[in-house]
């Protein structure tokens, strides 16, 4: 009778030690700005190790061709992407000129290789004619990252305008972000601090990243 309790309370025992503790719910635990930029980091890498199988829906398939789009601008002569700035126009009066901004081209050469501000020389006698000593002027840049409305301005005097009344909020700049599914989480607060970076090149600068 001794021996069977005591068989009885080493099971029970044996058995406590290998309850598993409680995990914490994620649902109350807070997410750290760190811990969500770790986790967006795994994803893109795991994204790229993916990118190479098969888009299956319309929406991937479209999106791997803008990929590939961009990617062949970024290494094109000058004179093919002046064409395709040129078809891209949006609006033009004699001051001002509204261009669609491809996606991954820088406007300044920072680094090398081909940026907006070096083909806009062929971009205007495409316009005006190759005989044309008009000059086109980025008013307002966009990052290299993003693609959309890029005003260009036919003179400094334009230029000086157009600055200026961005200098005291006379004008609208809007921001889209189109994503493939639904982000996760849908908002939130970034605080993850700013590093001012220094960037070299032919215009020496800093960037804030």
């Known amino acids: 009778m001794t021996s069977d309790v005591a068989r009885a309370l080493s099971r029970t025992h044996t ?11 994620e649902r109350t635990t807070p997410l750290r700005a760190i811990d969500l930029a770790k986790k967006i980091r795994q994803e893109k ?3 790229e190790r993916a990118s190479k199988t098969t888009p299956t829906t319309p929406q991937e398939k479209r999106l791997s061709e803008l990929k590939q789009f961009t990617q062949q601008l970024q290494n094109v002569h000058p ?15 004699k001051d001002v000129i509204v261009i669609n901004k491809p996606y991954g081209i820088p406007i300044g050469d ?17 316009m005006d004619g190759a005989k044309s000593h008009s000059e086109l002027l980025p ?9 959309g409305t890029l005003l260009l301005a036919r003179s400094q005097e334009v230029v ?23 982000p996760v989480p849908s908002e939130g607060v970034i605080d ?11 215009r020496h600068h800093f960037k804030v990243t």
Request: charged content about 20%.
């Open 110 to 126: 920072h680094g090398g290789g081909t940026c907006i501000s070096s083909v806009l020389p062929i971009l205007v006698k495409m």
């Open 45 to 47: 890498r795991e994204e």
């Open 160 to 182: 000086d305008n157009i600055v200026y009344l961005h200098k005291y909020n006379q004008v609208q700049r809007k921001y889209w972000a189109v994503t493939v599914g639904v």
């Open 139 to 147: 008013c307002l840049g966009l990052e290299k990252e993003v693609t």
């Open 15 to 25: 058995t406590a030690n290998h309850i598993p503790s409680p995990e914490p719910d």
């Open 79 to 93: 004179n093919v992407l002046a064409k395709h700035l040129h078809k891209t126009i949006l609006f033009q009066n």
């Open 192 to 202: 993850i601090p700013l590093m001012e970076r220094e960037i070299t090149g032919t």
